[in-house]
């Protein structure tokens, strides 16, 4: 017993130095998101207006992802609980291989016309629906 816990100790610990970005996460099961940096979103500003649409698009940069499911969600956090503002879903998008922007053929504008504080909230899912990364990032409306 006490071989095995050493044995697979030494395991990731030469895991962990052979990839010093990697991250251990062994809570995977509580959260329904692992946020990682492979995620960029580009275009998003510190604060809108209220008529001034929220346009972004993603990057991704992680050899597990060359295609998937783009979900964009973003987020009233001005109350105590999060409120879902909006929500859109980009299916089939394949961009590894031309090192594409998301989403791929498409674009995401939303305006956000209520003032307040807002998270948006990036997940890309795999193919298989088993893998999903993502990030999120805070603005504001004024």
């Given amino acids: 017993m006490i071989s095995s816990i050493i044995f697979g100790s030494l395991v990731l610990n030469g895991i962990l130095i052979e990839k010093p970005e990697r991250e251990l996460n062994m809570w995977q099961f509580d959260s329904d998101f ?3 940096h492979d995620v960029e979103i580009l275009g998003l500003e510190k604060q809108y207006s209220t008529s001034e649409p929220v346009e972004i698009q993603v990057l991704i940069d992680d050899s597990l992802f060359d295609c998937g499911d783009l979900y964009i969600t973003i987020y009233d956090v001005s109350s105590f609980s999060k409120q879902v ?3 859109s879903g ?3 998008q394949c961009f590894e291989k031309n090192n ?3 989403p791929v053929g498409d674009e995401f504008s939303e305006i956000v016309g209520d003032p307040g504080n807002y998270e948006i909230v990036i997940q890309m899912v795999d193919d298989n629906g088993k893998n999903n990364i993502s990030t999120s990032a805070k603005f504001t409306v004024k």
């Fill in 100 to 102: 594409l922007s998301l």
């Fill in 34 to 36: 692992v946020s990682v």
């Fill in 90 to 92: 980009f299916f089939d």
């Fill in 85 to 87: 503002v909006t929500q």
